[in-house]
């Protein structure tokens, strides 16, 4: 049995400038191995959140110090000697050590990092890559089978606004998503090429090339709709066809824009109830080539999401990310209520992966969808690709083809395409 001889974990740096958590686990054998989490919510009833230090003199309150101590002088001694295929006791014995629905006594931040580094030590063990280690691991814990036949089709996004840009658009992410027809090398070239037509065509139109927190341009826009002008503009340019070589989605992440209980984007001079902005999502989704909409109600507005979903979704994906949060109930209450048909997996936004596979099983016992995606607040780590491959997620979302903590991930699933799946 490959036992933990030694965990030690340190801070590092996200791709917004905050702290988190990255840490090494050595094998009795001497073989290591390292993980990092991203950044999570700071104070939320209703997700996972992350331990800070709430210290103001280092890092404005955000250091990680006390989550790296929990690891190194609580964790670890207590778990040291255990093999570490015992994933699911581990993971079990962490979320039950911690106590609370949101992980605030341990930190979401300690517990995945040890998640994580029990599978990526199991894999090394077993010297298996480590999605085919994490596929093997949900087969025996929930007797089925997932067989891997492919990399899951990736959505890129291109346009960022909402909370991730300081710019005029309010919906978060537009999105390119190459056919699922593609192989995963030809969609991520074809995402490439796109990022650098669109660049060209913003700068001819005068509009600046910065980019927001994923990597997408931030443009300041008119409407949200000149956004998918602009996309449907630079794949034309570039002889792809909307609609059949490349799709659209979007992110419209509308809590930020519901406010007593109306909708208010640039689109509209005019806030809108229910039943207006309803029609104006419905319009969108028929005026461009959309196959993804992302959070298009408040998460309070369990109407307006069931009404959507009862008209588009025979032929577009109606994913829940905040509607979800990677709560369990939340997820069987939303596919019992037809509110949706697809959700986001964000590990960090449960704590483990027995929590993640626990959503998966959830997914898979009722046909619904999933998308595996990476946060706003990132690290280098690949860990969400090979889980993406393990449970066979329909799309991931890592963020814009560029950046070392989006293409960290893209082009790992391009390894394993190349490598594993022959
Ligand atoms: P977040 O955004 O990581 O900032 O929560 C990602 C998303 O909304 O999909
Ligand atoms: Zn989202």
């Given at each position: ?64 110090t ?170 034309t ?19 930020r824009?519901?406010?007593?209980g ?17 029609n ?6 028929e ?9 298009p ?50 590990p ?9 596979f ?54 790992r ?7 594993e799946?022959?």
């Amino acid at each position: 049995m490959p036992a933990i001889k030694n965990i030690h974990a340190y801070e590092i740096i996200d791709s917004k400038g905050i702290p988190t958590v990255e840490a090494t686990l050595t094998l009795d054998d001497d073989r290591m191995v390292t993980t990092s989490v991203p950044g999570a919510s700071n104070a939320s009833q209703n997700e996972a959140v992350d331990l800070r230090d709430e210290d103001p003199n280092r890092f404005s309150g955000q250091g990680v110090t006390h989550a790296v101590s929990y690891i190194n002088e609580l964790i670890f001694p207590k778990i040291k000697g255990a093999s570490v295929f015992k994933q699911i006791e581990i993971d079990k014995w962490l979320c039950d050590a911690d106590g609370t629905k949101n992980k605030s006594r341990l930190g979401v931040n300690t517990i995945l990092v040890i998640s994580q580094l029990l599978a990526k030590a199991a894999s090394v063990s077993k010297q298996v890559p480590l999605f085919k280690y994490m596929n093997d691991l949900y087969e025996n814990t929930y007797k089925e089978e997932i067989p891997i036949e492919k990399i899951p089709t990736p959505i890129f996004n291109m346009i960022n606004g909402g909370q991730h840009a300081n710019n005029s658009l309010d919906f978060q992410e537009f999105e390119v998503i190459p056919s699922s027809s593609f192989t995963f090398g030809t969609a991520y070239q074809r995402a490439v090429e796109i990022f650098v037509e669109l660049k060209r065509v913003l700068e001819y139109r005068n509009a600046t090339t910065a980019v927001g927190e994923e990597g997408g341009f931030s443009p300041n826009l008119t409407t949200n709709m000149d956004a998918l002008e602009i996309l449907m503009e630079t794949v034309t340019q570039l002889k792809m066809k909307c609609g059949l070589d490349i799709f659209f989605g979007v992110d419209m992440a509308s809590n930020r824009f519901f406010k007593n209980g109306q909708y208010l984007i640039k689109d509209k001079g005019h806030s809108m109830k229910r039943e207006e902005y309803l029609n104006f999502v419905k319009s969108m989704t028929e005026n461009y080539p959309i196959l993804s909409v992302e959070d298009p109600f408040a998460d309070s507005d369990w109407e307006g999401w069931k009404k959507l979903n009862e008209l588009i979704s025979k032929n577009i994906y109606v994913v829940g990310d905040e509607l979800i949060r990677m709560n369990k109930d939340k997820l069987a209450y939303a596919i019992r209520e037809s509110a949706c048909t697809s959700f986001i997996i964000k590990p960090n936004q449960v704590g483990s992966i027995t929590e993640v596979f626990e959503m998966v099983n959830i997914a898979r016992k009722t046909n619904t969808s999933y998308v595996v995606a990476a946060r706003s607040s990132e690290t280098n780590d690949d860990f969400v690709s090979d889980l993406s491959v393990a449970i066979q997620s329909e799309f991931v979302k890592f963020g814009a083809p560029t950046r070392g903590e989006r293409v960290a991930k893209y082009n790992r699933l391009w390894q394993i395409e190349r490598e594993e799946l022959k």
